[in-house]
């Protein structure tokens, strides 16, 4: 079945160690999305790509990264995590930006 | 972006219609109505979505008010695996596009 895997589904980190969350799709899509979800939020977008083309959100802090390598594949990069890090990062994509979003089952980040 | 606003809570029992509100008093003409539903544990998964006409699938129904001022999100025999947070989200078919989530509704099932 065509879908949005993310691994791994949880992730420790030590406050300050960078780390890295990692999400793949086999539907092709031209649109890959990282949401954070902190407990009993919303999901909350930090940034997208189209293809190549990376859109950041206004108000995604710059401890945040992401590298898309390829169709299939995208990274997001916690530089310098801190405690208030810790979330659900969720990872989506859609054929294009007007499109249904297709989610992944979520990273769960704990920063020690 | 318009915003919604959505009951933080409800509570229905198994086998029956469940009917959550949505209110979007500020909608625009080019706004469509989405709804995703978050399981448990789970990443958000689309529901339905329309933009004037009531909407059908698999899934559930989708009632939209004449005035577009408010639509509800039907789920004719509701499961225990129905259980989840529903948002009720506005996308500009112009635009940016994007999904901004609200609070949204968690929807309790009692058996």
């Known amino acids: 079945d065509a879908m949005v895997i993310q691994n791994p589904r949880y992730q420790v980190t030590q406050f300050g160690k960078p780390v890295t969350l990692s999400c793949s799709q086999t539907?092709?899509?031209?649109?890959m999305y990282w949401y954070q979800q902190k407990s009993s939020q919303a999901p909350k977008l930090l940034f997208h790509y189209y293809d190549k083309d990376f859109n950041n959100e206004a108000d995604t802090p710059d401890n945040f990264q992401s590298r898309r390598p390829n169709t299939s594949f995208c990274f997001l990069d916690i530089r310098s995590p801190g405690l208030g890090d810790a979330a659900m990062y969720l990872c989506?994509?859609?054929?294009?930006?007007?499109?249904?979003?297709?989610f992944g089952p979520g990273t769960r980040l704990l920063v020690l | 972006d318009a915003k919604t606003t959505q009951p933080n809570s409800m509570e229905s029992n198994e086998e029956e219609p469940v009917h959550l509100p949505c209110n979007h008093s500020?909608?625009?003409?080019?706004?469509?109505i989405h709804w995703y539903r978050q399981l448990p544990s789970q990443g958000p998964e689309y529901v339905i979505h329309g933009l004037t006409s009531n909407v059908n699938n698999r899934m559930a129904s989708l009632a939209i008010a004449e005035d577009r001022k408010s639509s509800t999100l039907i789920l004719h025999r509701a499961t225990l695996r129905d259980a989840a947070v529903y948002y009720c989200?506005?996308?500009?078919?112009?635009?940016?596009?994007?999904?901004?989530f609200g609070q949204g509704t968690r929807l309790t099932i009692n058996p």
């Open positions: 500020t909608i625009s003409g080019t706004d469509y």
């Open positions: 989506a994509t859609s054929r294009t930006e007007k499109m249904t979003q297709y």
């Open positions: 539907l092709n899509h031209n649109v």
């Open positions: 989200i506005l996308r500009d078919i112009q635009g940016a596009q994007k999904l901004v």
